[in-house]
């Protein structure tokens, strides 16, 4: 199985920044699109940031502006550095990849365990 392992969650203040990692591992064949994902008690996870492996991202509309997601291809992983924190944004917080493995060619979702970001003063 892929696994994904995040880091670099915590409480920040209002105003302040985190940088969010995730590094994928496994029997990995290619991973086509990596991401973050967000929920927040009581709401539905959501989309926070998105890239695939040509480059294009996509942002939530709550984020843009504050968020950048990158990612290394070579070493299978995602980062999202952001700024100008809200409370709006806590949430815990987990990696996502869309990829296929050595063994199934097709790709499917794999998910972190998650990291919590709390935002308060």
């Known amino acids: 199985q892929v696994q994904l392992v995040e880091s670099g969650g915590g409480l920040v203040q209002p105003g302040g920044s985190l940088r969010l990692s995730c590094a994928a591992s496994?029997?990995?064949?290619?991973?086509?699109?990596m991401g973050w994902y967000r929920q927040a008690p009581g709401k539905q996870r959501e989309l926070v940031a998105t890239?695939?492996?040509?480059?294009?991202?996509k942002y939530a509309d709550s984020v843009k502006g504050r968020f950048t997601i990158s990612r290394d291809n070579a070493k299978n992983t995602v980062s999202l550095q952001m700024n100008s924190l809200k409370p709006e944004d806590t949430a815990v917080y987990h990696c996502n990849a869309y990829g296929s493995t050595l063994y199934v060619a097709n790709p499917k979702d794999y998910w972190g365990q998650g990291t919590q970001v709390t935002v308060s003063s």
């Open positions: 496994g029997p990995i064949f290619s991973i086509y699109a």
């Open positions: 890239v695939t492996n040509d480059g294009p991202t």
